[in-house]
């Protein structure tokens, strides 16, 4: 989950930005307020009644609907769909067409330790649910989440209601969510703020929907001629410069929200803002004013809560913000901001317009390519809607009511250049013809069959690389592209007969890789497209070049649809994973407990993949206890409990790292706790990167300082039962993606814990969120001996990585034992030959071997003609051993082609030495000075 301003950003697609837009964080005196996300503050559930029929045992009613999730209720109530995570206790609405749930207030959210918020939005029993949650808060403030402290149901005179009231700074906040009769799909939100007595300013009233990494695509529009219209093109928000803030603030009144392209069943939702008023204590009634904002995380509605001196129409701009300064909601007066979110069955703007504008014009026309992105534009220049041609190449849409003019539409398939087509609407015409239009064509190749391979398209000469299942929609924040997460310029085959047959590509000249992961062989083929041909790529199934018996490869931190910022679907999530070559994934999805075990079954795939269900623990709500988050950590193995609030996820928000590891280890089986991402690429800060910050002190972890030192101590403090510790989590994610700055700063810390006696695993994981995001590299290779088709012992399995029988390796197979004892065991002797063994596929480069003694650089060796080494160590005090090989790959190698940005290197978890002969191992303790593997990490190779 990357919800708002979350620091820590899953690998970059090489070659694009690794600095997401964020919300912005608080900064100024108002503007800080102005420009932040909030914080749920305590408070207390009321008893609420039950009210609507029983249902257990049938379809959602297609009456409206409002009731508690309980038992018996839960599978005909909840929502279905990626991002359902409503379980009992939580509370549903709907009419048999339109299922939403709110969270109970004692269940947190992603921006807060309460719940009240609506978590699932989509079709009953369509399951496409890919809402994440709607956010109100008061003046843009991570402080000023407003706590809902009750939640009601009521249904009458065809209608059904949830209502929520909470309270903050002398504010009473009432919202209501309703529905009326199915075939509606509309949810109405209704949010009443009445100020009851003196208390802080309150002059922005807001919701904020989640979508991180861009999960929702924000297409925005003015629909009433008083602002602007951004389509999916806005504004950067920095969030350290409040004139960029001020540009980033539009007058919108809707928000269309798209569900990824490739998830099926598509869905998108039509967030519009329909009335915002005052009523005076002597009964007057004003308009007010309203903004909206969008990044890659979030999308944004609000509206002032009084009246302007000047301004609220056209770009809000500073002097309009400026109000901010005065503006505060009065005594006895009450704000009423009417919304409503409108559901569609398929993710395109239109399907949501073509309602508003149903008294408009309609614009029918024909192309010669299917599935086909067309994006309108009115004779200013402005977007309109977005839609695609049907298989037929058939599109029909509507436009505004009273449009006329030239309009432009631009024409994007995915085998070829862009194409606009210029339409004249006349005035007062109801219905346009266009003739029909033909697109440059694109060429198809004919997919092998039965083997599993990853396939990654290099466009040569003039040739671009291909943009494969590409949404089209051209997302961009502060002009960055945002792509769709199915896109990249790879195609996995799982070797399954539901494999795809062929592919469209644009014309050109390319090359093609075929890969399975760092083991295999790589072939390559280079090919010619031409338009309107299909040409079978006839290229070399991979084989496999080395075997490492006794080794499992893993990947402990993967995400798919799921997770609140990932949209990539289930079957491309297992497919990538096969195509990579590895053994054992992990589903560490943000914040809900879920099985990937039933889609690799489906899929045939269950003798060539294990699976373990585990959750990405995410904490980002800097609350009380925890004022700088308690950063990310990943649990497994777990077991799904598939009717509670979020399949039974421990709790994360404004909880100290030790006390999610108490609850954590409590449960059946004593799961792994895995902190993830624990650095920056410095000693900086940042909510993700819990070294960075250690959740209660605000400055990072000094490896160069013992733990006792200010500040470190912090990771000592006993926070939990049982004695237990922020420091007792039992492995740490050194490598996540190709993030190698980030692996030596992280390694500082690891180093300095060993010194002090303080062991932890040492991990090295994917962090895939979308396709383009190469799953199982980094990969861990756990020490685990099994028959072929034997199924996997969880049990020995975990056991090897809590005991640190494991390397991490982006290519390198890495082999390394002190007189027969390796990583995670202990050596017994003052002296010893340490042998190592360094083997590589032909294409994965190496140059060098370095081994570390108590964290400091013993000796380094050239791989340019050995691999096999014999080296001679001997030790004074009790002492551990850690290895590292590292190459270089050419931006032209086939390896920097097959993974960009990556760099072919392997580490491994200690040997432990009893140099003194004494049955235990006494850690050595933090030199002073520090070993500048400690104290310069960035500086060491």
């Known amino acids: 989950m990357i919800p708002l301003d979350r620091p820590h950003t899953p690998p970059a697609r090489p070659g694009s930005s690794s600095s997401p837009n964020r919300w912005p964080s608080p900064g100024g005196v108002?503007?800080?307020?102005?420009?932040?996300?909030?914080?749920?503050?305590?408070?207390?559930?009321?008893?609420?009644?039950?009210?609507?029929?029983?249902?257990?045992?049938?379809?959602?009613?297609?009456?409206?609907?409002?009731?508690?999730?309980?038992?018996?209720?839960?599978?005909?109530?909840?929502?279905?769909?990626?991002?359902?995570?409503?379980?009992?206790?939580?509370?549903?609405?709907?009419?048999?067409?339109?299922?939403?749930?709110?969270?109970?207030?004692?269940?947190?959210?992603?921006?807060?330790?309460?719940?009240?918020?609506?978590?699932?939005?989509?079709?009953?029993?369509?399951?496409?649910?890919?809402?994440?949650?709607?956010?109100?808060?008061?003046?843009?403030?991570?402080?000023?989440?407003?706590?809902?402290?009750?939640?009601?149901?009521?249904?009458?005179?065809?209608?059904?209601?949830?209502?929520?009231?909470?309270?903050?700074?002398?504010?009473?906040?009432?919202?209501?969510?309703?529905?009326?009769?199915?075939?509606?799909?509309?949810?109405?939100?209704?949010?009443?703020?009445?100020?009851?007595?003196?208390?802080?300013?309150?002059?922005?009233?807001?919701?904020?929907?989640?979508?991180?990494?861009?999960?929702?695509?924000?297409?925005?529009?003015?629909?009433?001629?008083?602002?602007t219209s951004l389509g999916f093109e806005h504004p950067s928000v920095?969030?350290?410069?409040?004139?960029?803030?001020?540009?980033?603030?539009?007058?919108?009144?809707?928000?269309?929200?798209?569900?990824?392209?490739?998830?099926?069943?598509?869905?998108?939702?039509?967030?519009?803002?329909?009335?915002?008023?005052v009523e005076r204590a002597d009964g007057e009634t004003e308009q007010l004013a309203h903004l909206a904002m969008n990044g890659e995380h979030f999308s944004n509605i609000a509206v002032y809560t009084d009246t302007l001196f000047w301004g609220g129409e056209g770009e809000p701009g500073l002097l309009e913000l400026a109000h901010l300064l005065w503006l505060d909601l009065e005594v006895g007066d009450r704000v009423t901001v009417i919304r409503e979110i409108q559901l569609a069955k398929e993710a395109t703007v239109a399907?949501?317009?073509?309602?508003?504008?149903?008294?408009?014009?309609?614009?029918?026309?024909?192309?010669?390519?299917?599935?086909?992105?067309?994006?309108?534009?009115?004779?200013?220049?402005?977007?309109?809607?977005?839609?695609?041609?049907?298989?037929?190449?058939?599109?029909?849409?509507?436009?505004?009511?009273?449009?006329?003019?030239?309009?432009?539409?631009?024409?994007?398939?995915?085998?070829?250049?862009?194409?606009?087509?210029?339409?004249?609407?006349?005035?007062?015409?109801?219905?346009?013809?266009?003739?029909?239009?033909?697109?440059?064509?694109?060429?198809?190749?004919?997919?092998?069959?039965?083997?599993?391979?990853?396939?990654?398209?290099?466009?040569?000469?003039?040739?671009?690389?291909?943009?494969?299942?590409?949404?089209?929609?051209?997302?961009?924040?502060?002009?960055?592209?945002?792509?769709?997460?199915?896109?990249?310029?790879?195609?996995?085959?799982?070797?399954?007969?539901?494999?795809?047959?062929?592919?469209?590509?644009?014309?050109?000249?390319?090359?093609?890789?075929?890969?399975?992961?760092?083991?295999?062989?790589?072939?390559?083929?280079?090919?010619?497209?031409?338009?309107?041909?299909?040409?079978?790529?006839?290229?070399?199934?991979?084989?496999?070049?080395?075997?490492?018996?006794?080794?499992?490869?893993?990947?402990?931190h993967v995400h798919s649809a799921p997770s609140d910022d990932s949209g990539l679907s289930l079957r491309q999530r297992i497919a990538d994973f096969v195509a990579s070559g590895a053994d054992v994934i992990v589903s560490t999805e943000h914040d809900v407990v879920f099985d990937y075990a039933p889609t690799i079954e489906a899929l045939g795939l269950s003798d060539r993949i294990k699976s373990l269900v585990g959750v990405e623990v995410t904490s980002t709500y800097p609350g009380p206890r925890t004022p700088h988050t308690a950063g990310h950590a990943n649990a497994f193995p777990l077991t799904v409990d598939p009717t509670a609030y979020r399949g039974g996820a421990p709790r994360s928000q404004n909880r100290r790292l030790g006390e999610i590891a108490h609850e954590v280890h409590a449960l059946p089986g004593r799961p792994l706790l895995q902190l993830n991402h624990p650095r920056e690429a410095s000693f900086d800060s940042g909510l993700g990167s819990y070294f960075s910050h250690l959740s209660v002190v605000g400055e990072p972890h000094d490896p160069t300082l013992p733990l006792t030192a200010e500040g470190n101590r912090a990771l000592l403090e006993v926070v939990a039962d049982g004695g237990t510790r922020d420091l007792d989590f039992d492995a740490v994610e050194l490598l996540n993606g190709s993030l190698m700055d980030r692996y030596r700063v992280a390694r500082a810390d690891w180093f300095a814990f060993l010194l002090q006696g303080e062991v932890r695993t040492a991990t090295a994981n994917s962090d895939s969120h979308t396709a383009a995001q190469i799953v199982a590299l980094p990969l861990n290779y756990v020490a685990y001996s099994a028959e072929p088709g034997e199924e996997l012992n969880v049990e020995d399995f975990v056991k090897a990585v809590r005991q640190g029988r494991l390397y991490g390796s982006s290519g390198p197979l890495l082999e390394a034992e002190l007189e027969g004892r390796g990583p995670g065991q202990r050596y017994t002797g003052a002296r010893g030959e340490l042998r190592i063994s360094v083997r590589t596929a032909p294409w994965v480069p190496v140059g060098e071997l370095r081994v570390f003694v108590n964290g400091e650089l013993q000796s380094r060796h050239s791989l340019a003609k050995e691999r096999e080494f014999s080296i001679p160590l001997q030790f004074d005090v009790d002492s551990f051993v850690t290895i590292e090989a590292e190459g270089h790959a050419p931006p032209d190698s086939i390896y920097a082609q097959v993974a960009p940005g990556y760099t072919p290197f392997a580490f491994t978890n200690p040997i432990f030495i009893d140099a003194n002969s004494d049955g235990r191992w006494t850690a050595p303790g933090l030199p002073s000075p520090a070993p500048i593997t400690l104290s310069q990490p960035e500086a060491s190779p």
């Open 351 to 556: 399907a949501i317009t073509d309602r508003l504008w149903a008294e408009g014009p309609e614009v029918r026309g024909r192309i010669n390519s299917k599935f086909a992105a067309l994006h309108v534009f009115d004779p200013d220049d402005r977007p309109v809607t977005y839609l695609e041609s049907g298989p037929k190449g058939l599109f029909n849409f509507r436009l505004p009511p009273g449009s006329s003019g030239p309009h432009r539409i631009e024409i994007v398939t995915l085998t070829g250049p862009e194409t606009t087509l210029l339409v004249d609407v006349p005035r007062g015409q109801s219905e346009i013809t266009l003739p029909y239009q033909p697109v440059p064509r694109g060429g198809l190749i004919g997919f092998p069959r039965g083997e599993p391979m990853r396939l990654t398209f290099i466009g040569l000469g003039e040739t671009p690389d291909p943009e494969l299942r590409s949404d089209r929609r051209r997302f961009r924040v502060g002009g960055r592209p945002i792509p769709g997460h199915a896109e990249s310029n790879h195609y996995a085959l799982a070797g399954v007969p539901s494999d795809r047959h062929e592919l469209d590509l644009p014309p050109g000249d390319y090359r093609i890789l075929a890969s399975r992961g760092p083991l295999w062989s790589v072939s390559v083929k280079e090919m010619t497209v031409e338009p309107g041909r299909l040409v079978p790529l006839e290229i070399q199934p991979p084989i496999r070049l080395l075997d490492h018996p006794g080794w499992l490869s893993a990947d402990f």
């Open 30 to 227: 108002r503007w800080g307020a102005a420009l932040a996300i909030a914080g749920l503050a305590t408070a207390t559930l009321a008893t609420a009644a039950l009210v609507g029929a029983s249902t257990a045992g049938a379809e959602a009613p297609q009456i409206p609907f409002a009731a508690r999730i309980n038992a018996e209720n839960f599978a005909d109530l909840r929502a279905g769909g990626p991002d359902a995570i409503a379980g009992v206790g939580d509370w549903a609405l709907g009419n048999g067409v339109l299922c939403a749930a709110i969270a109970d207030p004692e269940h947190e959210s992603l921006l807060s330790d309460r719940g009240g918020v609506l978590i699932d939005l989509g079709h009953c029993g369509r399951g496409d649910d890919q809402w994440t949650v709607l956010q109100p808060m008061l003046n843009f403030s991570r402080e000023e989440i407003v706590a809902a402290e009750s939640i009601r149901a009521e249904v009458d005179k065809g209608e059904a209601r949830l209502i929520t009231v909470g309270h903050l700074h002398g504010v009473r906040v009432t919202t209501t969510y309703s529905v009326g009769p199915a075939p509606s799909a509309t949810l109405g939100i209704r949010t009443t703020l009445e100020r009851e007595q003196p208390g802080e300013t309150a002059y922005l009233t807001s919701d904020v929907a989640l979508h991180g990494n861009g999960q929702l695509t924000p297409f925005t529009l003015d629909t009433r001629g008083v602002g």
């Open 238 to 277: 920095d969030v350290d410069d409040i004139f960029s803030g001020s540009d980033a603030i539009i007058r919108a009144d809707l928000q269309v929200l798209l569900g990824d392209h490739a998830l099926k069943p598509q869905i998108a939702y039509g967030w519009r803002l329909l009335d915002a008023r």
